[in-house]
Every structure is written in structure tokens, then in C-alpha cells.
């Protein structure tokens, strides 16, 4: 069991708090792009038809030797700058350079103050970075969130059981390791509270972040394939967790899926 951590818990009811009140929420996007990975991807946000958005998409690290780091050095970009209009579903596309494969936290915040190596603001994405490290003794538990303003959303993809992801503790979710890389999460469209996620090979199954499972060939629709800028589907009526559910998570919710 991991120890109870106050400080976090504070943070989670903050950030929870503030996403509910601010419906920004991260919808759909690809913890890991099917094939050679690309120079961008997309990220779907769900939020107010007609209403702007400003802020950035921050990566923080699970990598042994480095959880809850936030770096622009290397080829991933972990600090992205983000910014458009959400269309008449409340549907926002946004393109950023590639996120490094899981294991990682994929977080949606207003404001982040973080700096480079060079003492330049850390929205540069050119300059490379000193860390800003959210979990500085590495105990798998945030400990300094000084660099953002709002949270709106979080969530945590694993691809081991024994890497620390911290959706949940920044008022978002968290999704136990299914048995491979996530290749697609998605928000279900009816039940916004519910996250699913595809594996990549995506096999029979499709998970949710409570643990149930779905049989793909028993839903009217293609969950591998994503869906970005058009209504995500949903699986329909939660089921009981199934006998081999694998997930196990606390938190808020997302929806939508990914592409094989």
C-alpha cells in the first residue's frame, strides 16, 4: 500500500474543484502512435462550444530515475503551448511535437512558469531545459506544484506496473497497466466520467479505467480507430469488471479513443 500523502490529497480536491467548475478536459489523443512515431500529434480538449482556450499540455515523466520530472531537453518536448476555439461540440484540436512513449502524465493546465537552462521562459521550446521535477525526493507522490496555475486535467498511462503516474493526485486519473502500451485513450461519448483505452496491438479487449473490460467484437464501432474532431462513441451501460479486469484507478474521468 502506498502511504497516505496530506499534501496531495489537498491538491487533488484543488485540481479536481477546478476542473469541474472549469470544464477543460483532455478527450482523446495517443499515449503511443501506432508505427514510427511522428514528428506531431493531435490532442483532442472537450469544453465549452465557442469559448477560447489558452495553456499548455505538460508531459511528466514515470522513467526510472526520473518521475515527475518536466524537461524540454531531447527530442520529446515535455512543455507544450497551446491555444484555439472550441467548435460547436465543444471539441478543440491541438498539435504538438510527439509525446515520448509511456510511461507518462499528460496534464492540462492554464499557466506554467517552469525555465530553461538558459533562464529563458520555458515556453521556448527551442532552448532545452533544466527540469522542473514536481516529485522531488522520487517516493511516487507529488511535492512541489509551484510551476502551474490551474489544472484542469490529468491523466496517468503506464506501460509497467511499477512505474508512479499521478493523474489521480492532480484531481485526474489514473490507469493501471493493462498489459501493454495504451496506443489510444478516449473519453466514452455518452459517459464523459469514463476513460477508455485501447492497447496497441489492441487484442479483444478495451479498457476502462475501473477496471471493466469490453469485448471489441461486441461494440457497434470501431474503438481502434480514432476519432478526432467528431463526437467520440461511447461502449453503452458499464458492466460489472470482468473476471480478468486489469485496471484498478481513482479519479476523475476522459473520453474518446486511438488509432492502430
Do not use: C, H, W
Not at 4 to 20: C, D, G, R, Y
Not at 52 to 72: C, K, M, Q, R
Not at 107 to 115: E, I, N
Not at 231 to 252: D, H, M, T
Amino acid at each position: 500500500m502506498r502511504k497516505t500523502n496530506l499534501f496531495a490529497a489537498a491538491i487533488a480536491a484543488t485540481a479536481m474543484t477546478s476542473a469541474a467548475s472549469a470544464q477543460v478536459l483532455i478527450n482523446e489523443f495517443e499515449p503511443n502512435q501506432v508505427g514510427a512515431d511522428a514528428a506531431t500529434q493531435v490532442i483532442e480538449l472537450l469544453g465549452t462550444p465557442g469559448e477560447t482556450f489558452d495553456g499548455f499540455l505538460i508531459s511528466i515523466e514515470s522513467d526510472p530515475g526520473a518521475p515527475g520530472v518536466i524537461s524540454n531537453s531531447g527530442p520529446d518536448d515535455d512543455i507544450e503551448p497551446i491555444s484555439g476555439t472550441f467548435d460547436a461540440n465543444g471539441l478543440l484540436l491541438v498539435e504538438i511535437g510527439d509525446l515520448e512513449n509511456p510511461s507518462f502524465t499528460l496534464l492540462l493546465t492554464d499557466t506554467f512558469t517552469g525555465f530553461n537552462e538558459d533562464g529563458g521562459s520555458a515556453t521556448d521550446p527551442a532552448a532545452g531545459g533544466v527540469p522542473t521535477d514536481i516529485d522531488t525526493d522520487d517516493d511516487g507522490f507529488v511535492d512541489d506544484l509551484s510551476a502551474f496555475g490551474t489544472i484542469f486535467d490529468a491523466i496517468g498511462i503506464s506501460d509497467a506496473d511499477d512505474e508512479p503516474v499521478y493523474g489521480a493526485e492532480l484531481g485526474g486519473v489514473d490507469f493501471a497497466f493493462t498489459g501493454d502500451e495504451p496506443g489510444l485513450v478516449f473519453r466514452d461519448g455518452a459517459n464523459p466520467s469514463t476513460i477508455l483505452a485501447v492497447n496497441d496491438p489492441a487484442g479483444e479487449l478495451i479498457f476502462d479505467q475501473d477496471g471493466n473490460t469490453f469485448e471489441i467484437a461486441s461494440l457497434g464501432f470501431d474503438p481502434v480507430t480514432p476519432t478526432f474532431g467528431e463526437v467520440n462513441p461511447s461502449v453503452g451501460v458499464i458492466p460489472e469488471p470482468a473476471s480478468l479486469g486489469l485496471l484498478g484507478v481513482a479519479g476523475l474521468g476522459l473520453l474518446r479513443r486511438r488509432s492502430a
